[in-house]
């Protein structure tokens, strides 16, 4: 018995802790660049003072800024659309931290540009990677980041200024119900500029998700840079006494994974619990 117990040790050996890979999931605020929806104030900052602190040879620099709370990459708090929703300083920290899926259906919004997904599209994930946990973050993948910041194939249209004439993908409100009658989402995020397609004239997937004080992020960057499953995302929105939204900095980090070294299938995978079961198995029969 000794040298299975050896073998498998050895074998044991090899495996390494995958580095942590981390993904920054928000866009930076630039003057005259950063997206904003029609209406709000745009993205201003002004030098207050840089040089050398008087007297000293100390170098500071200090700034100010100014604009709207729904902007680049921010998060919708369920009083945005919610009278009786709570403001944004207020949204639980476990609301915004969480394992996440992607659903992706960015090649059915290459097709359609007012594509909503559907019910039938979540499901679809479920038949492919199992159900989706209870209370994720669920994020709809539409491919529409490539273009960010380009106002016009952003929002779809020669006039971004002019909400009627936007086209680009959303959530149908019947899959937003469909998510929150099964308990299955906390937070919402995508990468156009709304959960509610452009020519959306009811708003009915912020109405679902905000009514149940369930916020969403809006202008989401690098989603194709996450897997379907498997990432554990981080929202850190302004922590604004009162607001309706704010900017946010979003991130993920993908899970840890043990792999092998070289010698043993490439493909091969082991988590760390998986190690301790081994151990465990192979000193019970040793």
């Not at 605020?29 to 950063?34: D, I, P, Q, R, S």
């Not at 679809?124 to 539409?142: D, H, L, N, Q, R």
């Not at 529409?144 to 086209?167: A, I």
Request: aromatic residues 12%; glycine residues 10%.
């Amino acid at each position: 018995m000794i040298f299975p117990l050896v073998l498998g040790l050895a074998f044991i050996a090899t495996a390494r802790t995958a580095p942590t890979k981390w993904i920054d999931m928000s866009y930076p605020f630039v003057e005259n660049v950063t997206i904003y929806w029609p209406g709000n104030t745009l993205y201003q900052h002004r030098m207050v003072f840089e040089g050398h602190y008087p007297g000293t040879k100390i170098f500071i620099t200090i700034s100010d800024f100014i604009g709207g709370e729904h902007g680049g990459t921010h998060i919708d708090a369920p009083r945005h659309f919610n009278e009786a929703g709570i403001t944004l300083e207020k949204i639980p920290i476990e609301s915004m931290v969480g394992d996440a899926i992607v659903v992706n259906v960015s090649a059915k919004c290459d097709q359609d540009r007012d594509y909503q997904m559907s019910v039938d599209d979540l499901k679809e994930w479920e038949k492919t990677y199992g159900p989706i946990p209870a209370k994720s973050i669920v994020f709809m993948y539409t491919g529409f980041g490539r273009s960010y910041p380009d106002k016009k194939k952003y929002f779809g249209t020669n006039t971004p200024t002019n909400t009627s004439t936007f086209h680009f993908p959303g959530i149908d409100p019947v899959a937003a119900q469909w998510l929150v009658d099964n308990n299955k989402i906390k937070l919402f995020g995508i990468d156009t500029p709304s959960f509610d397609r452009g020519q959306s004239l009811t708003f009915g997937s912020h109405l679902i998700l905000l009514k149940r004080n369930i916020p969403g992020i809006e202008n989401v960057a690098n989603l194709h840079l996450l897997p379907p499953k498997g990432a554990e995302v981080f929202a850190a929105p302004m922590k604004i006494k009162e607001g309706s939204g704010g900017p946010c900095r979003l991130y993920a980090r993908i899970a840890d994974k043990m792999v092998v070294s070289r010698g043993v299938d490439p493909g091969f995978h082991l988590t760390p619990g998986l190690v301790l079961m081994s151990i465990t198995f192979l000193l019970i029969n040793f």
